[in-house]
């Protein structure tokens, strides 16, 4: 069976090496813990899927004084050139409330919403560097001044990389172990509590006590068999986005120990992603797979068809449900479509090496370069799109512009534009699949419920574990919001149940 630990030699152990491990492990340490942190992956693939983000957070604020207890160095030209805005709670609630079609668990929504702002000056405490998302998430107004748009404002220094390093530093400066290589596998159980873990490294196995347990382990994104077994027929067939190591390990633990099953257990978070990308992310590449300026363009499948609303609202709250909607198409993949007078608004991702790309002086060269789509097809969608879009409303990035189309299906609502400025462009997409969203029911204090509604003693979790939180959609930020939110409570309760 292995060897066992002394008993005495941790309080809390966390499972996990992203986002939300981390916090739950500084949250611990911050209340007296001696804390372990079990990493599966090796050290060079650690983070989890946070190291593959962007690094945004989606976060309350009330207006700049706000942002700069995040932001502490936000120069004077920044804040005169920028028209920041406001996110409210109130703004927060009607998002989560509204993309998830109102199933999200109010009482975990007001904990992630009422604790974000909170929760990033903490993070903030514990040496996290933020800076305004400039590059994705605003664009310069005909003033001259920058407007940022869609609730999402603050991202850590450098993107998902810098987010993991920084959290990894903090925690390695306050004494905690972190362990790479070690894969949990089973939860201990004495006197009906949980008292430890099973972890597997090198070939070996062995026991290790602690008087707590945060699991923070992941989805089960990177696990073909079960999105094919809960997502449904041809998920297996999807590229994952980030690390390949989210197999669904604690989730099957916490269900094994008794946990109750508790979210969307067919839903997930999937966007628009590189046709031709590897099956998991790719360190080098990071986030830049993705393929987000879709409003300002259209659509089109394998028969040239259009088959989403591409300006339904800002890409924040779009862009998580349709990479489902891609893989549903013939040949699970899409082409998206631009001309040049758009160009100047593509994101950064659009011009990095590893593109599937088409470019073309006429609509109907670029018909025939768009490979396995019908060219009648494709040229008969863009006439019908071009006819039928309105002319007497202003084009405008930073707003619902209200500029759509009239008679056709699926309209466009926002942003729509006629091809017909040259040269066109077109970039080939398929599914990227982020994060899954079933997982295991917690309190608001993030300790795991069993199957009979009871809290498990000695049991927390956080991250893409926690099931409730999101259904069918997704808010842009919201998942390294929440992994840090209720990773700090996981921290913060398993801790106090140690000292008991």
Request: one cysteine or more; hydrophobic letters at 40%; charged letters at 25%.
């Amino acid at each position: 069976m292995g060897t066992r630990e002394n008993v005495s030699r941790y309080d809390v152990i966390v499972v996990g090496g992203g986002n939300a491990a981390f916090c739950a492990a500084l949250a611990a340490e911050e209340n007296g813990a001696r804390v372990l942190v079990l990493e599966r992956a090796p050290e060079e693939e650690a983070g989890g899927n946070s190291r593959f983000t962007a690094g945004g957070f989606r976060c309350v604020y009330g207006g700049v004084e706000d942002l700069r207890k995040i932001i502490p160095d936000l120069s004077p030209q920044e804040i005169e050139n920028t028209d920041f805005g406001t996110y409210t709670e109130e703004q927060f609630f009607d998002d989560m409330a509204r993309v998830t079609q109102h199933r999200a668990d109010p009482d975990l929504v007001e904990v992630l919403v009422r604790r974000s702002l909170d929760t990033m000056v903490w993070l903030r405490s514990k040496g996290i560097g933020f800076v305004p998302i400039y590059g994705r998430q605003a664009f310069k107004t005909p003033s001259g001044k920058f407007r940022f748009w869609g609730g999402l404002t603050v991202e850590a220094r450098g993107g998902g990389p810098g987010l993991v390093a920084a959290l990894t530093a903090a925690a390695r400066a306050r004494g905690i172990v972190v362990r790479y290589g070690h894969r949990a596998t089973a939860l201990l159980m004495q006197n009906g509590r949980i008292a430890g873990v099973r972890v597997r490294a090198g070939g070996a196995e062995e026991e290790v006590p602690a008087r707590a347990v945060v699991l923070a382990a992941g989805g089960f994104e990177a696990n073909s068999e079960w999105r094919t077994r809960y997502l449904g027929p041809g998920w297996e067939l999807a590229k994952v986005r980030g690390t390949r190591f989210n197999t669904g390990d604690g989730i099957r633990m916490a269900l094994e120990a008794g946990a109750m099953p508790w979210g969307h257990w067919s839903g997930c978070h999937a966007v628009g992603w590189e046709r031709n990308a590897p099956d998991f992310g790719d360190l080098a590449v990071g986030d830049q797979f993705q393929k987000h300026s879709y409003p300002f363009g259209i659509l089109v499948n394998a028969r040239g068809e259009r088959f989403v609303d591409e300006g339904a609202d800002f890409r924040n709250y779009t862009y998580a449900k349709y990479g489902r909607i891609i893989l549903e198409q013939p040949g699970q993949f899409a082409w998206q479509v631009f001309d040049a007078k758009v160009k100047h608004l593509l994101r950064d991702e659009y011009r990095i090496r590893q593109v599937t790309k088409a470019s073309a002086s006429t609509l109907e060269e670029l018909a025939l370069k768009l490979t396995d789509v019908d060219p009648e097809g494709f040229l008969k969608t863009v006439r019908a799109f071009n006819g039928a879009v309105r002319r007497d409303v202003p084009f405008d990035p930073t707003i619902k512009d209200g500029r759509g189309t009239v008679g056709i299906a699926p309209p466009k609502s926002n942003w729509a534009n006629p091809l017909d400025t040259p040269p066109f462009e077109a970039y080939a997409v398929t599914c990227g699949i982020t994060f899954t969203f079933g997982g295991v029911k917690v309190t608001t204090s993030a300790q795991v419920v069993d199957s009979d509604g009871g809290p498990m003693p000695g049991l927390y979790a956080a991250g893409e574990m926690v099931g409730g939180l999101f259904y069918f959609n997704y808010p842009g930020g919201t998942g390294l919001m929440s992994g840090a939110v209720f990773g700090r409570l996981a921290g913060a309760s398993a801790a106090a149940e140690a000292r008991t």
